[in-house]
């Protein structure tokens, strides 16, 4: 019963009038009186932020905020994956036989995820990473490690939630929500960094389209909070060992090596 009425309040709300009244809200000047309890509520580090609250004039402009510049370290290194947002960590794994991925007990699709058989195929037996982002983090995605674009594409019409209850109750919201893919070729083999929309907000803004990327730098930002999914080749990936799940990280932090085949 439970999972029923979940799945029907978010029917009932994630439509397009009220997604579009949400960015009209929050893209408005009466969402400014917000951003200083916004503020309070979530405990946000103020002195990580790039200007002082007041100079935003809108909740949007405070959600895609960027950070003061020393407030990241990245920990550079040719094979070192650091995490691309600052995040919980809540899962990794192995990319099971059938091709699906295990998130909460929930089976997820790979081929839907990413929207091809062929796509899914190349992470065949690989690990998988997810990082969700609650609306108090930081809202920029950087790269993860030094890598040419493979390619990009967009996947997807309609955001649910992708919090605890929404991956538990929802209609499999990693491989069917908004998805912006880009598929990254490092010199270990290939990855798959999956952006995937939130509730009523679907926008993931890419910053950089470029066709190289480069370990640290910013490239793409979520206008509320999310998730980021890392797919990666089988063989190609060893998760830091200090790291216990489910944790958080930070943007540049460590979480793990890129091994050679």
Same mark, same amino acid.
């Given at each position: 019963m439970q999972k029923q009425l979940y799945r029907l309040f978010i029917e009932l709300t994630n439509k397009r009038w009220s997604s579009r009244l949400l960015e009209t809200f929050t893209c408005s000047s009466l969402s400014k009186p917000m951003i200083r309890s916004f503020i309070r509520a979530y405990k946000i580090n103020e002195k990580e932020m790039e200007y002082p609250a007041e100079d935003y004039q809108t909740l949007h402009d405070f959600f895609m905020r960027r950070l003061a510049p020393e407030a990241r370290k990245i920990q550079y290194g040719a094979d070192h994956v650091v995490s691309p947002v600052d995040a919980r960590?809540?899962?990794?794994?192995? *990319?099971?036989?059938s091709r699906d991925i295990v998130v909460k007990?929930?089976?997820?699709?790979v081929a839907e995820m990413l929207g091809s058989e062929d796509k899914a195929r190349a992470y065949d037996g690989g690990v998988f990473l997810?990082?969700?982002?609650?609306?108090?983090?930081?809202?920029?995605?950087?790269s993860p490690v030094d890598a040419a674009v493979i390619?990009?594409? *967009?996947?997807?019409?309609?955001?649910?939630?992708?919090?605890?209850?929404?991956?538990?109750?929802?209609r499999a919201p990693l491989s069917k929500n908004y998805r912006d893919i880009t598929e990254l070729q490092h010199f270990c083999g290939r990855m798959a960094v999956v952006k995937v929309g939130a509730m009523f907000v679907n926008a993931v803004e890419r910053t950089h389209e470029?066709?190289?990327?480069?370990?640290?730098?910013?490239?793409?930002?979520?206008?509320?909070?999310s998730t980021v999914v890392l797919l990666f080749e089988k063989g190609t990936f060893a998760l830091d060992q200090r790291l216990t799940l489910p944790c958080e990280v930070k943007v540049g932090e460590k979480i793990g090596l890129l091994l050679k085949q």
């Open positions: 960590l809540e899962e990794a794994g192995t *990319i099971t036989p007990g929930k089976p997820y699709a997810v990082l969700y982002l609650s609306p108090a983090h930081y809202h920029r995605i950087h390619d990009r594409w *967009i996947l997807g019409r309609y955001s649910y939630p992708v919090h605890s209850y929404g991956l538990k109750y929802g470029n066709q190289v990327w480069k370990q640290g730098e910013e490239v793409a930002y979520f206008n509320f909070g």
